[in-house]
């Protein structure tokens, strides 16, 4: 297994494409932030951290919700500020308890609209079981927000059984997708308007705690890592674990869920839906002792019956995530370089 | 950069000369016919889009012909390689 | 998806690769040059190398609209931003391509007004919205994107439209093709012909390749199914000792062409006598500019531009390598100075220039070709 190649950042300014989630955004947190903020020897990054309080094992994870607009069909930045979080520390193997949430508001902005995020938010605690406990508010001047922007850190207890990293991960894993990709972020991107497009496209904005919780109390000490492929898609999650874990992951095409219209609506703007941010799914790389029952008891969960395999995790070529086709075409697939779209979350 | 794709008319819009809904996969766009002017699209025929224009009208008759002769490859090749197995002396026919 | 699973299906794959493979001559070494950048990417995208015999080697010409396009045009288009009132739009294939100042987005990021559409009907519609702004379309793509370029010329006329321009960086593909044929180090046996660009400039346009240079060619589709049958079609040629002009795309392709979409171009654009292109130096006719009567449409007549020519590096060897005389990897700075992430030169820019495509295909997977097998186990 080889280290990560150390990145300095040396952009000479900051572009949209450092939030995209991909590569720009990787050199910018491990070429600044880590080497300044960070505990090298904590190894690789995830979507929470783990600390001990007490002798308790907790995560704690931060998200911030920019999308633009607030509403879309399927939800709202109220939701995706909630499930964001839950989801940020389900896929550390942590069931959020508490959150705590901040409000930039820019001045101007009706209040019936920010009545509509706050009970989106109550609602969206409700249903994933979490409590808000408390937050903070800023008002800054028109212009400066993009109407809101939310912040949401949430902290869990790990749950049992279950322990994640990229250094577990092992040649004959299997890769878990737990149903279609590219719905969100093309969601958003008609949302906006700006394009022409009908389709009958929504968020899929959801908490996926519920799920690996039941796929936990099957198949926990088999499940090596999950990630939530927001920002960036399926490609760049699973490039970052091949990059982490120093191994191979390769994916057969016609495995990989898409609904027909994300389908067509990629294909008219020329997008690709391993690049498309998802909002409610999540990938697991599991054991192979341990995948066929993991996957059954997804189908027999509410909301997981579209989950399936679509890969397997290989020792070479090292660091890289190939697709291949049922005819025997392979390609490789990379990490997002920027952004396909505009923010999206 | 000849990122074209296939679509079927749905409508023709008649407020807008030259504009038409077409559908992809559930999805629609709408999209400017001119460039077939000479042979007006209507609704179900099927198009190809670039760059949200019509650029031709797509032929179904070509298309399964196409398949039709490539699902034959290798018939013949099959075809000679049983005849020979007859052992009846001499090449293939 | 109709019309595209159809070519995609497996088992007919399987068969003309089979049946390629059955006709490749083992003894000899077939080069075949497909032009367009959209083949390009087709080939990456479907793995199409991975089926065919190692004696036929696909070498990429100069058909990426993106990668040819001097820099010093990106830096003409992008000093319009200086103007406050100017709305830059382009297609998203544009907008990472470096200037000598950044890139679109990276203007962007500096306060210009820089937005992607999705076709020059959205940049009109964009001026029709915002009637005290200046919208100007930056313009590229061989002649499968002019046309659409043509009609919404006539559009904003007809709408009275007055402020919106169009920055004309449209080239055509003979001349390209041409230049290649020309060059006394190249070597291809055969051309892909581009299935889109043919939808409007027919099949006619090719026949001198055929006829004068002796080189067979075969106008294909876009999908595994279609390349597939168009390099079988190519062996056939070769091996019959014959050289003509073929069409594999027939469902879309007219042998005439598209007669409206060439009328609106004849209406609306002019050769310009020469232009450079990046990699390739100048040549003659072989790009548009705004016709005299639209001129109040061009952009280079309303907005001052630097014209400033810029060279690429010495070391870079894009040239060679849209000649398809070197591949990607053998030029000195592929891989080290030059990545997607940093491109010096023009066929690392585009995701369909072919050092670009090599790059995230080929260059990882070569150094275990052995070890790899397509995930079937599952």
Redesign the interface.
């Known amino acids: 297994m080889q280290p990560a190649p150390k990145i300095r950042f040396r952009d000479k300014q900051i572009e949209m494409a450092h939030g995209a989630g991909g590569k720009a955004s990787r050199r910018l947190v491990e070429g600044l932030f880590l080497p300044l903020l960070g505990d090298a020897s904590a190894g690789p990054l995830g979507d929470a951290a783990y600390v001990r309080m007490n002798g308790t094992r907790l995560a704690i994870t931060t998200d911030s919700f920019v999308v633009k607009p607030l509403r879309f069909p399927g939800g709202s930045i109220g939701e995706l500020a909630v499930n964001g979080t839950v989801n940020d520390l389900a896929v550390s193997g942590a069931r959020a308890e508490t959150l705590v949430v901040t409000y930039i508001l820019e001045a101007g902005l009706p209040s019936d609209v920010l009545e509509q995020e706050v009970r989106a938010m109550a609602a969206a605690a409700r249903r994933a079981g979490v409590v808000v406990a408390g937050g903070d508010t800023k008002v800054v001047e028109h212009g400066k927000a993009d109407r809101m922007y939310i912040t949401s850190c949430g902290i869990g207890r790990l749950i049992d059984g279950v322990g994640v990293s990229a250094r577990s991960v092992r040649p004959g894993d299997r890769v878990l997708l737990s149903g279609p990709i590219g719905d969100h972020g093309i969601t958003i991107l008609l949302a906006r308007g700006e394009l022409d497009l009908e389709a009958e496209i929504c968020s899929d904005t959801r908490s996926v705690l519920p799920l690996i919780e039941a796929m936990a109390a099957v198949a926990g000490p088999g499940i090596h890592w999950m990630r939530d492929p927001t920002r960036g898609g399926v490609a760049t999650s699973l490039n970052e674990l091949a990059l982490d874990c120093g191994l191979a992951i390769s994916l057969a095409e016609e495995k990989i869920p898409i609904r027909d219209s994300v389908r067509g609506a990629c294909e008219l703007l020329g997008l690709d839906p391993l690049h498309i941010a998802n909002e409610g799914q999540f990938l697991a790389v599991v054991a192979p002792e341990f995948a066929d029952a993991a996957l059954a008891t997804l189908h027999a969960a509410p909301g997981g019956e579209a989950a399936v395999i679509i890969g397997e995790v290989r020792a070479q070529p090292a660091g890289t995530v190939l697709v291949s086709t049922l005819y025997g075409g392979t390609r490789v697939i990379d990490m997002l370089v920027g952004d396909p779209l505009p923010r999206i979350c | 950069?000849?990122?074209?794709?296939?679509?079927?008319i749905v409508e023709l819009l008649p407020d807008f000369e030259n504009i038409a809904t077409v559908e992809?996969?559930?999805?629609?766009?709408?999209i400017?016919v001119?460039?077939?002017?000479?042979d007006p699209a209507k609704p179900g025929d099927?198009v190809?889009?670039?760059?949200?224009?019509a650029?031709?009208?797509?032929?179904?008759a070509?298309?399964t012909?196409?398949?039709r002769i490539?699902?034959m490859?290798?018939e013949d090749?099959a075809a000679m390689k049983e005849i020979e197995g007859y052992g009846l002396g001499g090449g293939g026919a | 998806m109709k019309f595209v699973d159809e070519f995609r299906q497996p088992e007919l794959i399987t068969k003309t690769a089979q049946e390629i493979r059955r006709l490749a001559n083992p003894g000899h070494r077939y080069r075949f040059m497909e032009v367009c950048g959209g083949h390009t990417h087709a080939i990456y995208r479907f793995g199409l190398n991975d089926l065919l015999p190692p004696n036929i080697e696909l070498i990429h010409g100069p058909g990426c609209p993106v990668c040819v396009l001097p820099m010093g045009r990106i830096d003409d288009g992008l000093s319009m931003t200086e103007n406050e009132e100017v709305i830059f739009t382009a297609f998203g294939d544009m907008m990472r391509v470096p200037g000598t100042l950044g890139s679109p987005l990276e203007y962007k990021a500096r306060g210009a007004d820089v937005r992607i559409v999705y076709s020059p009907a959205d940049a009109l519609k964009l001026a029709k919205a915002n009637p005290d702004r200046h919208v100007m379309f930056f313009a590229i793509g061989f002649e499968t994107t002019a046309p659409s370029t043509a009609l919404t010329l006539m559009r904003a006329r007809a709408l009275g439209i007055r402020n919106f321009s169009v920055f004309c960086n449209h080239v055509t593909i003979i001349p390209a093709i041409r230049a290649i044929l020309d060059s006394p180090d190249m070597r291809i046996d055969a051309f892909i012909g581009p299935g889109h660009v043919s939808t409007v400039i027919g099949c006619r346009p090719y026949e001198w390749i055929a006829r004068n240079e002796g080189k067979p060619i075969v106008v294909s589709g876009f999908e595994p199914l279609d390349l597939l049958e168009s390099i079988l079609m190519l062996l056939r040629q070769l091996n019959e000792g014959r050289a003509e002009v073929e069409n594999q795309y027939k469902r879309v392709v007219p042998w005439e062409g598209n007669r409206a979409a060439l009328k609106a171009m004849a209406e609306t654009f002019q050769l310009r006598p020469y232009f450079e292109w990046r990699g390739m130096g100048f040549i003659s006719q072989s790009a548009l500019r705004l016709h005299d009567n639209y001129a109040e449409f061009d952009a280079e007549e309303r907005f001052q531009v630097p014209g400033i020519r810029v060279t690429d590096p010495k070391a870079a060897q894009c040239g060679e390598v849209l000649k398809g005389v070197l591949r990607p990897e053998q030029c000195k700075l592929f891989g080290n100075e030059c990545t997607p992430e940093h491109p010096i030169g023009a066929l690392m820019v585009s995701a369909e220039g072919s050092c670009a495509a090599y790059y995230n295909y080929a260059h990882r997977k070569a150094a275990l070709t052995e070890l790899m097998m397509p995930a079937r186990a599952l």
């Open positions: 950069m000849c990122l074209a794709i296939p679509g079927r992809v996969s559930g999805v629609r766009r709408k400017d001119g460039l077939l002017e000479d099927w190809l889009i670039h760059v949200g224009f650029m031709s009208k797509i032929s179904e070509e298309a012909d196409q398949m490539l699902a490859l290798g090749e």
